[in-house]
């Protein structure tokens, strides 16, 4: 029922920032709970943060809180995360995921619908 389309990612020197988006489809955009992960090569999925339907809420993890912002535009169907601050570590495939559960979740089987996934690197 929903699509999921990232965009914004790039080549960032460390410390620098960048900001990506994702695109949603359809109607009911504020009813799903809005998350992003991420997973470099050779690496499991992770999560990076969760942002509630109004956007009243938010969820980061612990290895990048205060230095990433997410927030949604529901006007738009769009969710945005804004990366300051970046470290080489910080590189991996950005994926855009959401939900129909109630609660903000950072378990990536929680979540039933996808994007692509957008590339950010950051060099040292």
């Known amino acids: 029922q929903v699509q999921l389309v990232e965009s914004g990612g790039g080549l960032v020197q460390a410390g620098g920032s960048l900001r990506l988006s994702c695109a949603a489809s359809?109607?009911?955009?504020?009813?799903?709970?809005m998350g992003w992960f991420r997973q470099a090569p050779g690496k499991e999925r992770e999560f990076v943060a969760a942002i509630s339907g109004s956007g009243g809420s938010t969820y980061y993890a612990d290895s990048v809180k205060g230095r990433f912002t997410i927030s949604r535009d529901n006007a738009k169907n769009t969710v945005y995360l804004q990366m300051n601050s970046l470290k080489p570590e910080d590189t991996a495939i950005y994926y855009c995921?959401?939900?129909?559960?109630?609660?903000?979740?950072?378990?990536?089987?929680?979540?039933?619908?996808w994007g692509q996934g957008t590339q950010v690197t950051v060099s040292s």
């Open positions: 359809g109607r009911t955009f504020s009813r799903y709970v």
């Open positions: 995921a959401a939900t129909s559960r109630t609660f903000l979740s950072r378990t990536y089987y929680e979540y039933d619908y």
